[in-house]
């Protein structure tokens, strides 16, 4: 549908009086914000409410996914200062990060002029959707008032014990001289480059959420209002887990190295064993390596997988014999061969692992490259010892088998009774472990948060006093050479030592991305000039009452914000330790992708087939098929995916929202799909939103009437005013629209009148969370006093919430054949009338008298003949 002509009629033939939102939506827009109407209140004695969405990255568009989005937030923000609280809504900006740097090599334009370009036009789109957003406490974490906070906090961390620096692996491009996040490394390459991805030791900084990870695990119990599959997730990352750290005797050892130590959780396995393996980096590797320059090139091959453990599973598991063998613990005439394996990281347990083929698929992918045995020892059941293994590892619950002593029991008691005579024989003790592991937090780049810290060469590690703070990052900077700009800065990094006054440097690392949105919801709340946040303002606020965002988000960015929220609990910052007391994650928008294949060379020369991906812009669909528009090559059409730029599968919300006004845009981000589900883009369905938001806009029109009777529409207002209310409490913003589609309908149906009139008013109130410039307008046209915005929820009468009739059934000898209608409290009398006069019943009885009439008031009536 094409809507032509704002200022006039809808679609021809159609009544001639129609909301203009493409009047209505700037002037209101602009009187919300001349009046100040969404700003917070700090010194309110109103009831605080702070409601959050999680800020977006300054791409420089927003997405339909966007806006889903925020409109959720927007709903629940407008509703809660309708019922009487004072409301925290604010934006900012995640401004920071790998893509403005990508865009300062590609484009030839600084990371900064392109991130603050971006967020002038991201902020003007917003606008344009009327959010009922705070915007005087707008922050953006690229600036200096806000990183520069940042560094204190870091500082203070760091006086407290909670930030260290140590050697630590690291994806390394040799061709981009920097390091790689493990999403950066794809199929063993730089993304960027192409290049064969290193792995290197380099410096680092790390934050030690680990001595948080107990009670990190023990918040989760009471996060109620969290999904519990994001509870869920954060549990396995946290990963707590009882095993066995043990170590085994080498039957011909090094000079030095007499045993090797490792750590299982699965102890009960241990004659399951058919190798050992160490990290290439592992002490023993280096010393062999010392005399074998076939294991120093292994090595180096191993240095060129990343360190993500994805990248790690699903690598080819490659071996290297020592020739070494250990002992297994239970038996001195058992030996196990032990391998220098690309599979084994250092970072992980003690370097060191005992393969058990039949029971970890990485293991017996291993194990069948090396014709290694391969012995199952856990069973469903004793008389299945033999079942043999095929290409799959078994990793089924079951009895253990084929394990000595320990053949009949239980996982979980076959554990127990290793690590106790691994104790009692002093050569092993049970742990508990944690997967969790410290936060690296250095990134070799420009566009991020400096760590403030000087590095001198009498001193050491110098922290810069709070007074220099902050240590702003300088602009004069080029991406001309590869690498992180501020290595060759000509005077950034050179400074004097605050400790000692001599020539000292500058650390040149800055901090991950993920530490400014770990505590951006505080400044929200609290924003002085002189410190990071004001711990009594801020404590007004927090936690976030509702939190709402991507499930992607549900693991390192919730679990990062609760580990720095209580680090500053414990260090004495704040008296809050959870961050979020609501959390919803909201489906995605999506639509189908589009693509053709294309070549391209990498910088290493090499050619590869890749898909080039097309906007819904770029594509024209024919009989035929569907086709580029500018070349005329045919076009894959790919499935229905999240709305991601990276795929370009995107819709603009402005066309959209310059053709139907904001309010349709935003009605059908709410109404067309459960809000936790994934909602398709639909060209109908944004159609059928705009018609909806006609039909109310006709239905508050003064002296409007339907055409027919409106029986008790008095009671269906009250019902609608708590169910809505309802519905909007439990983020059910899909169950609300549909509520407000039955009081239209019933309402187009109702004649003119003091309750149609007041059922009018009520219904511009109900909509006003969902269409706000259709409820400001329409209540201006009733000339009712001040803005909608202010205005209070409808008051709801107990007494109009109880049914005051009931559905009576009526058997005969105990079988259903009517069921009546009666009043709620009709006594056993009346009841019993009705149930003879039934015409269904004279049919049934025939003439017959009945024996016997039992009757359950408010139930039912049965009669025997």
Same mark, same amino acid.
């Not at 290049?195 to 023990?218: C, N």
């Not at 970890?360 to 090396?370: E, G, N, T, V």
């Not at 060379?601 to 819904?616: D, I, N, Q, Y």
């Given at each position: 549908?094409?809507?032509?002509?704002?200022?006039?009629?809808?679609?021809?033939?159609?009544? /001639?009086?129609?909301?203009?939102?493409?009047?209505?939506?700037? %002037?209101?827009?602009?009187?919300?914000?001349?009046?100040?109407?969404?700003?917070?209140?700090?010194?309110?004695?109103?009831?605080?409410?702070?409601?959050?969405? *999680?800020?977006?990255?300054?791409?420089?568009?927003? !997405?339909?996914?966007?806006?889903?989005?925020?409109?959720?937030?927007?709903?629940?923000?407008?509703?809660?200062?309708?019922?009487? !609280?004072?409301?925290?809504?604010?934006?900012?900006?995640?401004?920071?990060?790998? /893509?403005?740097?990508?865009?300062?090599?590609?484009?030839?334009?600084?990371?900064?002029?392109?991130?603050?370009?971006?967020?002038?036009?991201?902020?003007?789109?917003?606008?344009?959707?009327?959010?009922?957003?705070?915007?005087?406490?707008?922050?953006?974490?690229?600036?200096?008032?806000?990183?520069?906070?940042?560094?204190?906090?870091?500082?203070?961390?760091?006086?407290?014990?909670?930030?260290? =620096?140590?050697?630590?692996?690291?994806?390394?491009?040799?061709?981009?001289?920097?390091?790689?996040?493990?999403?950066?490394?794809?199929?063993?390459?730089?993304?960027?480059?192409?290049?064969?991805?290193?792995?290197?030791?380099?410096?680092?900084?790390?934050?030690?959420?680990?001595?948080?990870?107990?009670?990190?695990?023990?918040?989760?119990?009471?996060?109620?209002?969290?999904?519990?599959?994001?509870?869920?997730?954060?549990?396995?990352?946290?990963? +707590?887990?009882?095993?066995?750290?043990?170590?085994?005797?080498?039957?011909?050892?090094?000079?030095?190295?007499?045993?090797?130590?490792?750590?299982?959780? =699965?102890?009960?396995?241990?004659?399951?064993?058919?190798?050992?393996?160490?990290?290439?980096?592992?002490?023993?590797?280096?010393?062999?390596?010392?005399?074998?320059?076939?294991?120093?090139?292994?090595?180096?091959?191993?240095?060129?997988?990343?360190?993500?453990?994805?990248?790690?599973?699903?690598?080819?598991?490659?071996?290297?014999?020592?020739?070494?063998?250990?002992?297994?613990? $239970?038996?001195?005439?058992?030996?196990?061969?032990?391998?220098?394996?690309?599979?084994?990281?250092?970072?992980?347990?003690?370097?060191?692992?005992?393969?058990?083929?039949?029971?970890?698929?990485?293991?017996?992918?291993?194990?069948?490259?090396?014709?290694?045995?391969?012995?199952?020892?856990?069973?469903?059941?004793?008389?299945?010892?033999?079942?043999?293994?095929?290409?799959?590892?078994?990793?089924?619950?079951?009895?253990?088998?084929?394990?000595?002593?320990?053949?009949?029991?239980?996982?979980?008691?076959?554990?127990?009774?290793?690590?106790?005579?691994?104790?009692?024989?002093?050569?092993?003790?049970?742990?508990?472990?944690?997967?969790?592991?410290?936060?690296?937090?250095?990134?070799?780049?420009?566009?991020?948060?400096?760590?403030?810290?000087? !590095?001198?060469?009498?001193?050491?590690?110098?922290?810069?006093?709070?007074? @220099?703070?902050?240590?702003?990052?300088?602009?004069?900077?080029?991406?001309?050479?590869?690498?992180?700009?501020?290595?060759?800065?000509?005077?950034?990094?050179?400074?004097?030592?605050?400790?000692?006054?001599?020539?000292?440097?500058?650390?040149?690392?800055?901090?991950?991305? &993920?530490?400014?949105?770990?505590?951006?919801?505080?400044?929200?709340?609290?924003?002085?000039?002189?410190?990071?946040?004001?711990?009594?303002?801020?404590?007004?606020?927090?936690?976030?009452?509702?939190?709402?965002?991507?499930?992607?988000?549900?693991?390192?960015?919730?679990?990062?914000?609760?580990?720095?929220?209580?680090?500053?609990?414990?260090?004495?910052?704040?008296?809050?330790?959870?961050?979020?007391?609501?959390?919803?994650?909201?489906? *995605?928008?999506? !639509?189908?992708?589009?693509?053709?294949?294309?070549?391209?060379?990498?910088?290493?020369?090499?050619?590869?087939?890749? /898909?080039?991906?097309?906007?819904?812009?770029?594509?024209? %669909?024919?009989?035929?098929?569907? &086709?580029?528009?500018?070349?005329?090559?045919?076009?894959?059409?790919?499935?229905?995916?999240?709305?991601?730029?990276? +795929? +370009?599968?995107?819709?603009?919300?402005?066309?959209?929202?310059?053709?139907?006004?904001?309010?349709?845009?935003?009605?059908?981000?709410?109404?067309?799909?459960?809000?936790?589900?994934?909602?398709?883009?639909?060209?109908?369905?944004?159609?059928?939103?705009?018609?909806?938001? @006609?039909?109310?806009?006709?239905?508050?029109?003064?002296?409007?009437?339907?055409?027919?009777?409106?029986? +008790?529409?008095?009671?269906?207002?009250? %019902?609608?005013?708590?169910?809505?209310?309802?519905?909007?409490?439990?983020?059910? $913003?899909?169950?609300?629209?549909?509520?407000?589609?039955? $009081?239209?309908?019933?309402?187009?149906?109702?004649?003119?009148?003091?309750?149609?009139? =007041?059922?009018?008013?009520?219904?511009?109130?109900?909509?006003?969370?969902?269409?706000?410039?259709?409820?400001?307008?329409?209540?201006?046209?009733?000339?009712?006093?001040?803005?909608?915005?202010?205005?209070?929820?409808?008051?709801?009468?107990?007494? *109009?919430?109880?049914?005051?009739?009931?559905?009576?059934?009526?058997?005969?000898?105990?079988?259903?054949?009517?069921?009546?209608?009666?009043?709620?409290?009709?006594?056993?009398?009346?009841?019993?009338?009705?149930?003879?006069?039934?015409?269904?019943?004279?049919?049934?009885?025939?003439?017959?008298?009945?024996?016997?009439?039992?009757?359950?008031?408010?139930?039912?009536?049965?009669?025997?003949?």
């Amino acid at each position: 549908m094409t809507i032509e002509g704002q200022t006039t009629g809808g679609p021809q033939g159609s009544a /001639p009086v129609r909301f203009n939102a493409l009047d209505a939506d700037p %002037r209101w827009q602009v009187i919300w914000a001349e009046r100040g109407t969404f700003e917070a209140d700090d010194a309110s004695p109103k009831p605080k409410s702070y409601v959050l969405e *999680m800020f977006p990255y300054p791409s420089g568009r927003i !997405h339909m996914g966007h806006v889903r989005n925020y409109t959720m937030g927007d709903v629940l923000a407008r509703y809660r200062r309708m019922t009487g !609280h004072e409301v925290l809504h604010p934006m900012g900006w995640d401004a920071f990060g790998m /893509p403005a740097e990508n865009a300062a090599m590609e484009k030839g334009v600084h990371p900064g002029a392109w991130t603050r370009a971006n967020i002038a036009d991201m902020r003007t789109q917003l606008k344009r959707l009327g959010f009922a957003l705070d915007w005087s406490r707008e922050l953006a974490t690229c600036e200096p008032d806000y990183y520069g906070q940042e560094q204190a906090l870091f500082l203070d961390l760091f006086a407290h014990g909670l930030v260290y =620096r140590k050697e630590s692996a690291v994806n390394w491009d040799p061709v981009d001289h920097t390091v790689l996040a493990n999403e950066q490394v794809i199929d063993g390459r730089g993304w960027r480059s192409g290049a064969l991805v290193e792995r290197r030791k380099l410096s680092q900084w790390f934050l030690r959420i680990t001595d948080f990870a107990d009670d990190l695990l023990a918040g989760l119990g009471d996060l109620d209002q969290w999904p519990a599959k994001v509870r869920t997730m954060q549990e396995n990352w946290i990963g +707590k887990s009882r095993g066995l750290k043990f170590r085994f005797d080498i039957s011909d050892p090094l000079p030095g190295h007499e045993t090797l130590e490792v750590f299982t959780t =699965r102890p009960d396995t241990i004659f399951g064993a058919s190798f050992a393996a160490i990290a290439a980096d592992h002490p023993i590797a280096q010393a062999l390596a010392a005399n074998d320059p076939a294991l120093v090139d292994f090595i180096a091959a191993c240095k060129r997988t990343g360190t993500a453990a994805a990248e790690v599973e699903t690598a080819e598991k490659l071996g290297f014999d020592t020739g070494l063998r250990v002992v297994h613990p $239970f038996d001195p005439d058992w030996t196990l061969p032990l391998f220098v394996a690309n599979f084994v990281l250092m970072e992980y347990g003690t370097g060191a692992v005992f393969g058990v083929p039949a029971h970890d698929q990485r293991d017996l992918d291993f194990a069948r490259k090396y014709q290694l045995p391969v012995t199952r020892v856990v069973a469903a059941s004793a008389d299945l010892a033999d079942a043999p293994v095929g290409d799959e590892a078994d990793s089924a619950p079951g009895v253990l088998v084929q394990s000595r002593f320990l053949d009949g029991m239980t996982v979980e008691a076959g554990k127990a009774e290793v690590i106790a005579r691994a104790e009692a024989s002093c050569w092993g003790e049970g742990t508990t472990v944690w997967r969790l592991r410290d936060w690296g937090v250095s990134r070799q780049r420009y566009w991020g948060t400096p760590i403030p810290i000087v !590095h001198c060469d009498a001193c050491g590690v110098v922290p810069v006093p709070t007074e @220099q703070l902050p240590v702003v990052l300088p602009e004069d900077v080029t991406f001309d050479v590869p690498g992180n700009p501020l290595d060759r800065h000509p005077t950034w990094k050179h400074v004097d030592c605050p400790a000692c006054g001599a020539p000292a440097r500058r650390e040149t690392d800055t901090l991950d991305t &993920f530490v400014d949105s770990s505590w951006y919801f505080i400044r929200f709340a609290s924003q002085p000039d002189d410190k990071p946040f004001d711990k009594a303002v801020a404590e007004q606020w927090l936690p976030v009452g509702q939190y709402i965002g991507g499930v992607e988000h549900a693991i390192l960015h919730l679990l990062y914000a609760r580990f720095w929220t209580r680090a500053l609990n414990r260090i004495g910052r704040l008296d809050v330790a959870e961050p979020f007391a609501g959390l919803f994650t909201q489906g *995605m928008v999506t !639509h189908e992708t589009y693509s053709r294949t294309v070549e391209e060379r990498t910088e290493t020369g090499e050619v590869l087939t890749v /898909p080039k991906w097309l906007s819904p812009d770029d594509i024209e %669909r024919r009989d035929e098929g569907v &086709f580029e528009t500018a070349t005329g090559l045919a076009v894959t059409v790919g499935r229905v995916e999240k709305m991601s730029k990276s +795929k +370009k599968n995107t819709i603009d919300p402005g066309p959209i929202v310059d053709q139907y006004g904001a309010d349709a845009v935003r009605w059908f981000m709410l109404s067309d799909s459960p809000p936790e589900r994934d909602l398709p883009w639909s060209e109908a369905g944004i159609e059928g939103a705009w018609r909806l938001v @006609q039909r109310v806009w006709r239905l508050t029109e003064p002296g409007a009437a339907g055409d027919g009777a409106a029986p +008790k529409l008095e009671r269906l207002r009250h %019902r609608t005013i708590q169910g809505i209310a309802d519905d909007i409490d439990a983020l059910q $913003f899909n169950k609300a629209v549909a509520k407000l589609f039955s $009081f239209v309908a019933a309402l187009e149906k109702a004649p003119a009148g003091p309750d149609r009139a =007041r059922a009018a008013e009520t219904l511009i109130l109900l909509v006003a969370p969902m269409v706000p410039h259709l409820a400001e307008e329409a209540w201006a046209r009733l000339g009712r006093d001040g803005l909608v915005a202010d205005a209070a929820w409808p008051a709801v009468d107990p007494a *109009m919430l109880v049914d005051d009739q009931v559905t009576i059934a009526v058997q005969v000898n105990g079988k259903l054949r009517d069921t009546l209608t009666a009043a709620k409290d009709a006594d056993k009398g009346a009841l019993e009338a009705m149930a003879m006069a039934s015409e269904k019943v004279i049919r049934v009885l025939d003439g017959a008298t009945p024996r016997k009439i039992v009757v359950v008031p408010g139930r039912l009536v049965n009669i025997v003949a």
